[in-house]
């Protein structure tokens, strides 16, 4: 398998309050380390597997998906999807299985028919050969989506919610807003969670709530966070003190808030003249924001998309990290928010109001600010406070790096989904295995 070069992680001090406790701590490793923890076993055949789905393989803003995968240790994973995605994430070392039709108009015509064609016939035989054990769904919308040709591979099943596709309000599923093929979306997968082989795996307690708002059991629902890589997020050779910038990152869509982070920044930018504004990313917004930051004259790049290894590399130069997430108008809204972690990993202090970052991914006060939605107000007075004070900035930086640690390491996230894929696989057998083993008691 190939591994990115990593910095090696620096020491840490005890943990800070607010810890999260579906994560096991797990210490910072070296470079040497890393690699080491990122080599399967050297024999996979005697660990169980899970296919891990996701409709396109994969965008840059689902790192998360293949980081995740990435990490499991006591299961094999195999990597499925429709097809992948033009110019996405490198998949280097994974077992990768396309599934969908391999000529255009071939796809074409299963998506406009029956879901049942979804799938190539022959590559989903070729999957049940696998002979897996358990298969994870990521996003509930590819869950309802696939599930008329995914059950014929008879497996326990786990789907993780993430954010818009469980806090959009069902109403606007239904009228047709999504497509009408996702109208009948939130019947379905209503429908989906009386299956006794599917639980959800919700990504912030906030998510898990939402989830219940929308009508799934609670007793299927399992919170999970996935975490950050704290040996591949690790604080940049320029002290905090010495930096200016200010940096969002996040598609340049309603729900991500950018406009209220533009707002705050120019009502104090005169107060800081070395400091800009860095916004990474893009989005149908893009041209409404740039136009707007051109008109009122303020300090901001818009960079457009970058690749996670350019991301770190805004991390190092980033004073104060911000993702001023709000509830869009249709009810989606933020699961975690993936980079709040990975920016306090880094050390950088972060500003948010994302519906499970402010209240479950940073320590109010110690580790950054959290604010109420689209309160310009109190994140123009964040902004000030960490711009202003360097010892204030280095000190939730260093509070950020620990709690990362000692908390939302990916390895202990990933170690307790595995502990819980053990859990649900063999307390869920398939259909044919219940009925091998009814046949050999006799029943």
Known sequence: ?????????????????????????????????????????????????????????????????????RMLSGWRGILAGDGMVKQGLALDGLDVRVLGYRHRFARRMANLGSPYL?????????????????????????????????????LPTLVTLHGYDITTYRGWWEAGNGGRHMRKFPAGLLKLAQDHRVHFVAVSKAIRESAIEFGLPENKITVRPIGVDTARFTPGPIPIAARRDILYVGRLVEKKGCRYLLQAFEQIQHEFPQSRLMIVGDGPLAPELEAYARERGVRATFRGALPAEQVRECLDQTRVFCLPSITADNGDA??????????QAAGVPVITSARGGATEGIVHGSTGFAHAEKDVAALREGLRALLQSDELASSFGANGRRHMVENMDIRGCTARLEAFYDQHAFSHPSMAAQALRSAREGR
């Not at 890393?34 to 024999?43: C, G, I, V």
């Not at 358990?134 to 014929?152: K, M, S």
């Not at 933020?334 to 920016?343: H, Q």
């Open 1 to 69: 398998m190939i591994v990115q070069n990593h910095r090696p992680a620096t020491a840490v001090a005890p943990a800070v309050d607010g810890g999260f406790p579906e994560c096991a701590r797990e210490p910072a490793v070296s470079r040497s380390e890393h690699a080491s923890m990122n080599e399967a076993p050297k024999d996979p055949r005697h660990r169980p597997t899970v296919i891990v789905y996701k409709s396109r393989l994969l965008p840059y803003s689902e790192t998360f998906i293949r980081e995740q995968v």
């Open 118 to 154: 979804i799938w190539s016939w022959a590559r989903l035989k070729a999957l049940k050969a696998e002979r897996a054990d358990l298969l994870h769904i990521h996003f509930a919308t590819d869950a309802y989506r696939i599930w008329p040709v995914a059950r014929q591979l008879d």
């Open 334 to 343: 933020e699961g975690m928010g993936i980079v709040l972690l990975e920016a």
